[in-house]
């Protein structure tokens, strides 16, 4: 086992102890290879687009405060709801989990840096285009897509051409996740410092290798649906035309085989960075290591057989819904695992409860009640009832905000003072927690009563008798947003004037980057650690 | 936690042709993925496509359970 920084320092100009020339300013930026810049960079545009799509989302709520249209008409409010979902999926989550990547999974193996440099500043440079073409659709002819971020054919093959800038922008943000993803599962199969084997390694490395194959085999399968749309729209194949023989159907086979695995994709590396703090502020090791990797896998592996619960509603025949009924329902036994395994480890450990924890705890509570939801959706007879509601709607953000959110929310507060060298406010950090918390459940839970009433989603306009919880959620959601500059401001107050942060400022960790000091230098592990 | 002794250039150059490979079989796979499923809806029906697709998917499992098994 060796590590590479020779020919790294080789790559950047540097000078031979590998730190001199390094560019300033703005082209340190464009130019970096460093797995910490870029993950740097990654954290922030994250964040940048999580403002971006929250603006849209409170634009959806302020319409929706009252029945009747008063904030924007029917067509923008569909662009709204269908840029929310791709910008908060492919432009806050999914780079937000790659950033942590960047940012922990060398320093987690001991390795000097990412596998290949040069394509992990790529990755992450395809980005910011991507963004521009997806908001800028906003101001071509015809508007942004306005079909749903699911774009479902027909609606999408007579849509105007900000459909063919979101088609471009899954393209390339699509290129940027295969690419990122090649990088992740090279740098953990092949730069693993000596005697840090596959099983001893961190949870959070292990979710994250098992992400990357499910980028690796469903991102192609999106780009190949949206490529089919484009030469449907453009160059007169019919693939999913019905005028010229195509099933539109077949478009949502398509589309959620790479839907589903979609979803675990964004909620495996919430699993392990969850998976770090618990422990940590728990103070004992994580329970049941080996059963949470193969929880992990295993619900890799299901999520590749339960696409069509998506599809109850379009007339499956029975033998299919029955599979994928009993399919889904399956991934609530590694699922429960892996609570279940949460639960033990924090059984009799001497805890805290810091923001990290907070949030950890926090994870759990409202992602399992998701996940609950999520067995709710998947009883067919039920969801004949309630698809395309808002119980779906609640369901959704029970994950992918009170999952995956608050992981990255707690990732950030406990691996901070290792990127910047500095503490931040804990009684802010704490405040920013309560209040995300309870406003995120004044926002989301009365959807659930919502959609059992039968409020359809996607509807600027709504009957009278969903008045109360709609005024309700909207309240809640505005709460929410503006919570999170609190958090902007929490994180800025400590990179400009936190008090010094020691190496390792928790006491219960353990895993290999609490032994450099913080701020994690700008080169690490370039003679890999030996890892007992 | 101890260090080893530094790398020699000959380990840089057999770590930068292992990453190599291991990156192209996994962009082999995206391709595969990616050419694979509109070759199906090209050539027919959905019973084609899903069959081709979970061969594929199939293949790609035992692929990476396989090599993580191994190490
Ligand atoms: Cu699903």
């Known amino acids: 086992m060796s590590s590479i920084p020779h020919d790294h320092a080789a790559a950047h100009g540097e000078g031979p102890d590998g730190h001199a020339h390094?560019?300033?300013?703005?082209?340190?930026?464009?130019t970096t290879t460093n797995h910490k810049d870029i993950g740097t960079m990654y954290l922030w545009f994250s964040f940048t687009m999580f403002i971006v799509g929250g603006c849209m989302a409170l634009t959806i709520r302020a319409e929706l405060f009252q029945p009747g249209l008063q904030?924007?008409?029917?067509?923008?409010?569909?662009?709204?709801?269908?840029?929310h979902g791709l910008i908060m999926v492919f432009g806050a989550l999914m780079p937000g989990a790659v950033g942590f990547a960047n940012w922990m999974i060398p320093m987690q193996i001991g390795a000097p840096d990412m596998a290949f440099a040069r394509m992990n500043n790529w990755s992450f440079w395809l980005l910011p285009p991507a963004a521009i073409l997806l908001v800028g659709s906003l101001f071509v002819p015809g508007g942004a897509a306005a079909a749903g971020w699911t774009m479902y054919p027909p609606l999408t093959i007579q849509a105007g051409m900000g459909m063919d800038f979101t088609i471009f922008a899954v393209h390339i943000m699509g290129a940027s996740s295969i690419m990122g993803s090649i990088n992740i599962i090279t740098t953990?199969?092949?730069?693993?410092?000596?005697?840090?084997?596959?099983?001893?390694?961190?949870?959070?490395?292990?979710?994250?290798?098992i992400t990357a194959y499910l980028l690796i085999?469903?991102?192609?399968?999106?780009?190949?649906?949206?490529?089919?749309?484009?030469?449907?729209?453009?160059?007169?194949?019919?693939?999913?035309?019905?005028?010229?023989?195509?099933?539109?159907?077949?478009?949502?086979?398509?589309?959620?085989?790479?839907?589903?695995?979609?979803?675990?994709?964004?909620?495996?590396?919430?699993?392990?960075?969850?998976?770090?703090?618990?422990?940590?502020?728990?103070?004992?090791?994580?329970?049941?290591?080996?059963?949470?990797?193969y929880a992990v896998a295993a619900i890799a592996i299901l999520s590749f057989i339960v696409w069509a619960h998506h599809m109850f509603t379009t007339g499956l025949p029975t033998a299919g819904i029955l599979f994928y009924m009993y399919a889904t329902m399956l991934i609530a036994i590694p699922t429960g695992v892996k609570v279940f395994n949460w639960l033990a480890t924090?059984?009799?450990?001497?805890?805290?409860?810091e923001a990290p924890m907070l949030f950890a705890i926090g994870f759990l509570f409202l992602f399992t009640l998701g996940g609950f939801t999520g067995l709710v959706c998947a009883i067919q007879p039920i969801d004949?009832?309630?698809?395309?509601?808002?119980?779906?709607?609640?369901?959704?953000?029970?994950?992918?905000?009170?999952?995956?959110?608050?992981?990255?929310?707690?990732?950030?507060?406990?691996?901070?003072?290792?990127?910047?060298?500095?503490?931040?406010?804990?009684?802010?950090?704490?405040?920013?927690?309560?209040?995300?918390?309870?406003?995120?459940?004044?926002?989301?839970?009365p959807m659930h009563f919502l959609g059992l009433a039968g409020m359809p989603r996607r509807v600027p306009d709504y009957a009278q008798q969903f008045a109360d919880w709609n005024m309700v959620a909207s309240i809640g959601s505005f709460g929410f947003g503006f919570t999170q500059l609190l958090f902007f401001y929490i994180v800025?107050?400590?990179?400009?004037?936190?008090?010094?942060?020691?190496?390792?400022p928790w006491e219960g960790a353990t895993t290999l980057e609490w032994t450099v000091p913080s701020p994690a230098p700008y080169h690490t592990f370039e003679t890999p650690p030996f890892v007992k | 936690m101890d260090t080893t002794t530094p790398p020699k250039p000959d380990d840089a150059r057999r770590q930068r042709s292992a990453n190599l490979r291991t990156a192209l079989v996994f962009a082999s796979i995206a391709v595969v993925f990616f050419v694979g499923i509109i070759t199906t809806k090209w050539m027919g029906g959905p019973t084609i496509g899903i069959g081709v697709m979970g061969v594929a998917v199939l293949v790609f499992l035992v692929f990476a359970i396989g090599r993580n098994v191994r190490k």
């Not at chain 1, 924090?346 to 409860?353: A, D, E, N, V």
């Open chain 1, 492 to 504: 800025v107050k400590a990179i400009r004037s936190g008090a010094k942060a020691p190496a390792k």
């Open chain 1, 217 to 293: 085999a469903v991102m192609p399968v999106l780009a190949g649906a949206v490529t089919m749309l484009l030469t449907d729209r453009h160059f007169g194949t019919t693939f999913f035309n019905a005028a010229g023989g195509g099933d539109p159907v077949l478009f949502q086979h398509v589309f959620w085989f790479f839907g589903h695995p979609e979803v675990y994709i964004i909620i495996l590396p919430a699993f392990g960075i969850v998976s770090e703090i618990i422990p940590t502020f728990s103070r004992k090791p994580l329970f049941g290591y080996a059963s949470m990797v």
């Open chain 1, 188 to 209: 953990i199969l092949n730069l693993r410092a000596p005697g840090m084997t596959l099983m001893k390694m961190p949870l959070f490395c292990w979710t994250w290798l």
């Open chain 1, 71 to 83: 904030v924007v008409n029917p067509e923008f409010f569909n662009s709204m709801t269908t840029l």
């Open chain 1, 384 to 445: 004949v009832q309630i698809q395309d509601t808002y119980y779906v709607v609640a369901h959704f953000h029970y994950v992918m905000v009170a999952g995956t959110l608050f992981a990255f929310f707690g990732g950030t507060y406990y691996w901070l003072p290792k990127w910047c060298g500095r503490m931040y406010d804990a009684k802010l950090a704490e405040a920013h927690f309560w209040l995300s918390f309870v406003f995120f459940n004044v926002t989301f839970f």
């Open chain 1, 346 to 353: 924090m059984w009799k450990g001497s805890l805290t409860f």
């Open chain 1, 22 to 30: 390094h560019p300033t300013g703005i082209m340190r930026w464009i």
